[in-house]
């Protein structure tokens, strides 16, 4: 009888190992282990066996069930592991991979990334960044900024006015006097953002950015100015570059003056090429920015918050993050900017 356990044992073990799916693999476990197999029923048999016989038997039959159970187990899970691998070579296609090609991740607008190089320049001047109000009252636009009550910036053919004595601002000056009001001398700030002039055509926007700076302080001058400009013009522009003022009028600074770079696409206004440099328009000069020292009359407007004209004096100016960006970048066109044309921002950070 054991000649037969043993018989049975490798024929089962032969099925099992060819076995090629869970079904027929079960259909194996069936054959040899289940009730009504030859097996089973041998192990029933020992009984009946001569008692010297009953030991050695029952034992090589448990021993073969038991090798057939692991076998079986075993090789449940090389089925198991083997549909998973043919499943996953005909699927090729995994859902949960990001998709291809990867999405575009963003970037920042050329005049959010502008703004913050003229602000991380003037931070490391030692500057805080300060905003105001977008609607502002006439008092602040206008009138604390020693603008006559004729300025022709005061229309409304140039200004939206909001009411009678409210504007959309048309530049961030305004800030000057609010911050005045908000801290005593001495006082260090830029002040980037949105103003508005009813002005539309190549070079105009009726929105656009300015970046103004406000310096107040016991001895403030001229020379603070041309020096601070200097340093912005070459941190924006190149090491190579020169700042030139050439006197102006500004309402609200005096003596005002607008500054001019050095300009970086040419040599005495000619081009590598031998053209004349379109950027300068051969003057080898590019006005950046107006500029100038605190008028006093302005200073008459916050005397009460700590600036005596008699005691203290600033330099302030504004310049145009466009006109700055579309410089530095050779953008053609202002309205680029606004048009959110994909092909355009993505040249761009
Ligand atoms: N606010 C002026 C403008 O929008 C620019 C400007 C000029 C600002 C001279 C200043 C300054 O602070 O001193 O045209």
Not at 236 to 250: A, N, Q, T
Request: proline share 6%.
């Amino acid at each position: 009888m054991i000649d037969r356990i043993g018989e049975l044992r490798e024929q089962a073990q032969a099925a099992i190992a060819a076995a090629e799916s869970a079904a027929a693999l079960e259909e194996v476990r069936i054959r040899y282990l289940g009730r009504k197999a030859d097996l089973p029923n041998l192990l029933r048999g020992v009984a009946e066996l001569a008692p010297e016989q009953r030991g050695p038997t029952g034992k090589a039959a448990n021993q073969a069930r038991q090798a057939l159970e692991a076998l079986i187990e075993r090789r449940a899970g090389e089925l198991v592991a083997q549909e998973l691998d043919e499943r996953l070579t005909q699927d090729r296609v995994d859902v949960t991979l990001p998709g291809d090609p990867l999405p575009a991740v963003g970037r920042l607008h050329l005049l959010t990334a502008t703004r913050r190089e003229i602000e991380d320049v003037f931070i490391g001047l030692g500057f805080n960044v300060a905003e105001g109000p977008e609607v502002e009252l006439v008092y602040y636009n206008f009138d604390a900024l020693n603008h006559d009550v004729t300025h022709p910036a005061r229309d409304h053919t140039d200004t939206f006015y909001v009411h009678d004595d409210v504007v959309l601002r048309t530049h961030t000056s305004p800030v000057q006097i609010r911050a005045m009001e908000l801290q005593p001398p001495p006082i260090y700030i830029i002040v980037p953002g949105r103003v508005y002039r009813r002005d539309s055509d190549l070079t105009h926007t009726p929105q656009f950015h300015q970046i103004e700076g406000l310096a107040v302080d016991d001895d403030v001058t001229m020379a603070d100015l041309q020096g601070t400009l200097l340093a912005f013009a070459r941190a924006i522009f190149g090491e190579e570059r020169k700042v030139r003022l050439r006197p102006h009028f500004f309402p609200f600074t005096e003596p005002s003056v607008e500054v001019d770079v050095s300009c970086f696409n040419c040599v005495d206004g000619v081009t590598a090429d031998g053209q004349r440099c379109p950027i300068c328009k051969g003057t080898s000069w590019i006005e950046i920015l107006g500029a100038g020292m605190i008028d006093p009359n302005v200073f008459g407007y916050v005397r009460e918050y700590g600036y005596d004209p008699e005691r203290i004096q600033g330099f302030a100016f504004g310049m145009g993050i466009e006109r700055i960006a579309m410089l530095r970048h050779g953008v053609p066109d202002l309205r680029l900017f606004y048009d959110n044309d994909i092909r355009f921002l993505e040249q761009f950070g």
